[in-house]
């Protein structure tokens, strides 16, 4: 059950307590915590861990051959993915915007109003600041992730210090974001990085924004504010945002913070700039839907791991992404090799058996009538019909700077590196290179956020939303999200 050290850097690796015949008796679970494009809910709620579960059972992920740990590492894994059963519907946001327009400190108002309705603990501006840093596809980004619930919700809340980390951790869905919290200052309008964000949004997918109009304060013509409301939405609306229906609410996150500061204990109603955080809070909880979640989706797992069970058959081993699967189940085989159908025989997840499995469960599926050399890791077992095999797509790709452990030079369209793909790895070459308004460049310098056109040598799995991870020589040295398939 070995895989390569690239590989397991590549993707989070999970191994199983089957032993193939040629393994050692190892550890019933290994993690790898490099992360996969799925990031979001282990990243949110390690961060967040107090309010999901002791944090205990999050960091102690050292392999051990104890069985008791392995159960509790099993119960982990799960619920870091979002197995977790809550009172509210958990939602994923994070602020965006210009640099010093006040993310930061509007997300310290955040957690410090809702934190006086007894909804989040109250976290000051400089515990924010000092966010942590985070491996995402072995890319560093320093995110700082709080959490806070309305009366109807609970949310993760993703804020970045620097810009470079909002395009890596956008790209990379180090933490996902199901809506995003556009923060424009009153007193400047739309700045470069707004431009920015707002376009990485629609690139990488962020279905909903709402808008605070910040430094209210610092505007005395109330026309002034209006003509910058008028702007963000033309801004909003030229990036295919429904401009004319965000929510904009407008106010100070500094005079809020500095008056919760004075007297955390402020109600609704005390004070005109708390209730402004009050009010943006409620245009999210109306204007950013909850997310379908990972269950309902059709069934998709990325195989990690192949082995024969004598007299039984050939076992498939892997996390399911989405969805469920039970016994008696038609799943496809896709990517690698021509699609075939299968039927699933067995469900196994620690050596107990299980009628289904569903989204965040790590398993074995026993498979009818498949040989071992039929089936090998990086293909994917899904719902039939529901996901196919490509070679060419489009995506937006983050190219890493030389101090992130990327490229010390530029390239060029012709490229050949490896392209990792959830469980597995092909070489592809980059067939053409856009900027940002569409036009052709002919080279790509680390640092540059780009549009690629991508050819793979092997038909993959994939589909438009998918991230990925660009490796050359052991290192990674891009991540990208792909845009649309193209054949």
Known sequence: MAISSAAASASSKLTYPYTSPSSPKTSSLTFYPKSTSKLTKPTTISQLSSSFLNPSTILHLTPSTSTTTSHRRAFTVRAARGKFERKKPHVN??????????KTTLTAALTMALASMGGSA?????????????????ITINTATVEYETENRHYAHVDCPGHADYVKNM????????????????????MPQTKEHILLAKQVGVPNMVVFLNKQDQVDDEELLQLVELEVRELLSSYEFPGDDVPITSGSALLALEALMANPSIKRGDNEWVDKIYELMDSVDSYIPIPQRQVDLPFLLAIEDVFSITGRGTVATGRVERGTVKVGETVDIVGLKDTRSTIVTGVEMFQKILDDAMAGDNVGLLLRGIQKADIQRGMVLAKPG???????????????????????SPFFAGYRPQFYMRTTDVTGRVASIMNDKDEESKMVMPGDRVKMVVELIMPVACEQGMRFAIREGGKTV?????QSIIE
């Open 93 to 102: 946001i994070g602020t965006i915007g210009h640099v010093d327009h006040g």
């Open 122 to 138: 109250p976290k000051k501006y400089d515990e924010i600041d000092a966010a942590p840093e985070e491996r995402a596809r072995g």
């Open 171 to 190: 790209i990379t869905g180090a933490a996902q974001m199901d809506g995003a919290i556009l923060v424009v200052s009153g007193a400047d309008g739309p």
């Open 386 to 408: 529901t996901i196919t095999p490509h070679t060419k797509f489009s995506a937006i790709v983050y190219v890493l700077k030389k101090e992130e452990g990327g490229r010390h």
């Open 478 to 482: 891009g991540a990208g999200v792909i």
